[in-house]
């Protein structure tokens, strides 16, 4: 069993982003990056379904800010191999662009299941699993919480509103957009990260021009309007918390 | 681009959800700037009753066949792309649900059209779509203009009122064929699995303290809690929460988790992603606690404040129990 993971990393969400001065991408000079926390999952995913049987797990991610430390920090996880692909894409790069060059270099390898993240904070052209496992031709079930494998099927849970879910058999290869893996995504130590990027070696793809139309652009990107928001409570946590007091007893919650 | 709007219909367990009805308002709205009709696809297995519930939608397409029954990725993503292609509407809009998000990327690559997702508002500007996609974790809103005949935008739920698109009246209903494809499927549907019961029904209670990954530990729970009492109210979580297994699943507000409407949403830490608004934008009262001043939660609270949650916790605590 060969189980591919593609990670992407994307900007940390705890930072303030700020926009260019075209106002139609982030202000990326400054940014830092992390992995996607969903490609966190499927890649726990992809590790705990390795320990429970025979599979051998690589990641595979496009060359840029982070991508090494990330490949290494799978690899200290657990990971067999980790591939990086290099070419032109960068930071930003459309998700179809992203999904057809992955496929590109996918589609030679030995591969049963593919686990991705079930979205990325910056997908805006649609989430890359689906779209990868319709330019491979393959199955795919997105919003998965839950993977077993018997032979050449999985079983897997797909998430609905409200808990509810459906379960549904997928032949093999197939693409599965992973929500949540079954235990929380584990850490490598800082120390065991440092000793494997000495040793390991990362393979690298290249992959050349893709050929896909995209047919949407940004005119224009903006953070939401600030006067459409919360009334702040200025002062110390126990003036805020008199004044939360206030507000629950003016709105007569108390 | 063409002017007909198609939006599909989601439906589960012998039920149109409230997501296609946001859509067919806001399609209708579209078809009038396009001078198009709006069209609802409808497919499932002896499932043409539903079409009595579009009654927003000038015209139904249903299509029918046994593997239709239920929700299934490949089927349904085979017979849209079939109607699709044979009607070439201008715009199709898809819900950006756990069902639309396996389809519309589908639609794009099986037909060869534009996507934009995570959409919060559609418009048509110079003969364009142009839609306005949620990104970065609700942080950054993006403006894309999508660009030939037929465009797919798949919309997030609760982006638009759901009654402009709830009408009496039984539509014409037009029958397609569905594809070879559905005879011989790599994905079966087996079952669906209901939620389990819970300990507290989080959508029962008028007061609810939620609380997200700024809590860093479960051992800091019992604090949520004893203000939650304090309160006379309940605790319930963010998603992490949940997958950490610190909070049974019956605790989630959201996009998968439940729908909440209490007198008082305190919110502890939690950064307010769309698919946590989803949850809980619609309680009387929302009070965000989060040290980032930049995140989203507080576009949709009423107050907020950015002190650190383990210095206003103890606090509120003390003050309520007097
Ligand atoms: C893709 C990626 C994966 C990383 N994986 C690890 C890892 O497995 N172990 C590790 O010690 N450092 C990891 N790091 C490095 C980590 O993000 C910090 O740069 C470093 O640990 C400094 O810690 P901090 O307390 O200043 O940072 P913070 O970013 O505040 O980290 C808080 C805690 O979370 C851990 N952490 C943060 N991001 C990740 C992640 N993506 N995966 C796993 N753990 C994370 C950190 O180790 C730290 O204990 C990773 C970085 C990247 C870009
Ligand atoms: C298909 C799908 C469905 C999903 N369904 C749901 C769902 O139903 N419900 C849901 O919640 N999520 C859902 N998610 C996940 C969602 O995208 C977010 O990942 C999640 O809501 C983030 O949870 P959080 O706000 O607790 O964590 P984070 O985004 O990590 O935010 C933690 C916040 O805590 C703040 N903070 C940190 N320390 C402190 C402190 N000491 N005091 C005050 N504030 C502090 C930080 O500033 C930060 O804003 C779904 C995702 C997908 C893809």
Not at chain 1, 30 to 39: A, P, Q, V
Not at chain 1, 51 to 61: L, P, S, Y
Not at chain 2, 294 to 317: M, N
Request: charged letters at 25%.
């Amino acid at each position: 069993m060969n189980i591919i993971v593609p990670i992407k990393m994307v900007p940390d969400l705890v930072d303030e982003l700020e926009i260019n001065e075209d106002g139609t991408d982030l202000d990326r000079d400054f940014l830092s990056y992390k992995l996607n926390e969903f490609d966190d999952h499927a890649l726990e995913e992809a590790l705990q379904l390795k320990e429970e049987g025979d599979a051998t797990v690589t990641v595979i991610a496009f060359d840029g800010e982070e991508t090494d430390k990330a490949l290494f920090t799978a690899i200290a996880k657990g990971a067999d191999n980790a591939v990086k692909i290099t070419g032109d894409f960068e930071e930003g790069t459309a998700s179809h662009v992203l999904a057809k060059a992955l496929a590109e270099a996918i589609k030679d390898m030995d591969y049963d299941l593919i686990l991705t993240g079930v979205q990325a904070a910056d997908d805006r052209d649609g989430q890359v699993g689906v779209l990868l496992a319709n330019y491979l031709g393959v199955p795919h079930v997105s919003v998965v919480s839950g993977v077993t494998l018997s032979g050449n099927t999985a079983t897997v849970h797909k998430e609905y509103a409200g808990g509810m879910m459906a379960e549904f058999e997928v032949d093999l290869p197939a693409v599965l957009g992973i929500q949540a893996a079954r235990e929380t995504p584990r850490y490598a130590p800082v120390s065991r990260v440092r000793q494997i990027m000495r040793q390991a070696e990362l393979e690298e793809v290249e992959v050349g021009d893709v050929d896909v139309n995209v047919g949407s652009e940004v005119r224009r990107m903006f953070t939401p309007e600030a006067g459409e928001g919360a009334e702040m409570i200025e002062g110390d946590a126990e003036e805020v918390a008199d004044k939360i007091l206030e507000i629950l007893k003016e709105k007569g919650v108390r | 681009m063409n002017q007909d709007i198609f939006v599909v219909a989601e439906h589960l367990k012998g039920s149109v959800e409230d997501v296609t009805y946001e859509l067919l308002g806001k399609g209708r709205e579209l078809a009038g700037s396009t001078g198009g009709k709006l069209v609802a696809v409808l497919m499932g297995s002896g499932a043409e009753g539903l079409a009595g519930s579009l009654g927003a939608a000038d015209k139904v397409i249903y299509v029918d066949h046994p593997a239709l029954e239920n929700f299934n990725p490949e089927a349904y993503a085979a017979a849209l792309a079939d109607v699709v292609k044979a009607n070439n509407p201008g715009l199709v809009l898809v819900p950006n649900t756990s069902m639309g998000m396996d389809l519309a990327a589908s639609l794009s690559v099986r037909n060869d059209l534009p996507l934009v997702a995570y959409a919060i508002d559609v418009a048509i500007d110079g003969g364009n779509v142009v839609a306005t996609s949620q990104l970065y974790g609700g942080k950054v809103n993006a403006e894309s203009v999508l660009e030939g005949d037929t465009v797919v935008v798949s919309v997030l739920a609760g982006s638009f009122p759901a009654d402009a698109g709830k009408k009496d009246g039984a539509p014409e209903v037009e029958k397609a064929a569905a594809p070879a494809e559905l005879d011989n499927l790599k994905v079966r549907f087996k079952q669906l699995i209901e939620p389990e019961g819970g300990d507290v029904d989080i959508t029962a209670q008028e007061i609810l303290v939620s609380v997200g990954r700024g809590i860093q530990s479960d051992e800091n729970l019992p604090m949520v809690e004893e203000l939650a009492e304090a309160l006379g109210g309940a605790v319930s979580a963010s998603r992490p929460i949940i997958d950490n297994k610190w909070l049974p699943k019956t605790r989630q507000v959201g996009k998968s988790g439940l729908k909440v409407k209490p007198k008082l949403y305190l919110c502890l830490g939690i950064s307010g992603a769309p698919e946590h608004i989803e949850g809980m934008k619609d309680a009387e009262l929302i009070i965000a606690i989060n040290t980032d001043e930049s995140a989203p939660i507080f576009e949709h609270a009423h107050y907020g404040s950015t002190e650190d949650l383990f210095d206003i916790v103890p606090a509120l605590t003390e003050k309520l129990k007097g």
